[in-house]
């Protein structure tokens, strides 16, 4: 099965997908991503004791603005009212990992999966800038949509969950 790439014309150049003519749904995306730490930055972030401040509650609304400007960074993305968006968060101490789980939903003619891996990345990137410098070998990795229900492809959940 060949699948289309609806982003470009019949002459190759690039377009924004005209969605004008579809009805709107609810449409919700989830999306998660990983940042490994070392133990000093796991300490100082759960004791709230790194310089920059609340390094969990400062990303949280990081990635929720990055969710708001999906379509000023990623070139063909709609602008999309969107109708909710939460950033949680996962801590596994012993891992010394903290997973992000971006949830974004809207009512409209396309999907907000862009949207919520926007808004973990985001989220993952403030996290790095708040602790680097207590260590730069920090790693972000494991971005992916979880999930996203809605729209004419219907409901997906990653098989590799």
């Given at each position: 099965m060949?699948?289309?790439?609806?982003?470009?014309?019949?002459?190759?150049?690039?377009?924004?997908?005209?969605v004008s003519g579809k009805m709107p749904a609810s449409r919700t995306a989830v999306a998660k991503g990983v940042i490994r730490v070392n133990d000093m930055v796991m300490r100082a972030i759960m004791e709230g004791t790194v310089k920059k401040?609340?390094?969990?509650?400062?990303?949280?609304v990081a990635g929720i603005?990055?969710?708001?400007?999906?379509?000023s960074l990623i070139p063909m993305c709609h602008p999309l009212m969107i109708q909710k968006c939460s950033v949680?968060?996962?801590i596994d101490e012993r891992e010394l990992s903290i997973t992000a789980v971006c949830t974004v939903k809207t009512e409209?003619?396309?999907?907000?999966?862009?949207?919520?891996?926007?808004g973990v990345s985001i989220t993952l990137l403030t996290i790095y800038d708040?602790?680097?410098?207590?260590?730069?070998?920090?790693?972000i990795g494991?971005?992916?949509?979880?999930?996203?229900?809605g729209g004419k492809s219907g409901h997906?959940?990653?098989p590799k969950q």
């Open positions: 060949e699948t289309k790439l609806n982003h470009f014309d019949k002459k190759g150049n690039a377009v924004m997908v005209d401040g609340d390094v969990l509650g400062v990303a949280r603005m990055g969710v708001k400007q999906t379509s949680d968060f996962e409209g003619q396309t999907g907000v999966e862009m949207e919520a891996l926007t708040m602790c680097k410098a207590l260590d730069k070998s920090m790693e494991s971005v992916h949509l979880v999930e996203k229900i997906y959940v990653n």
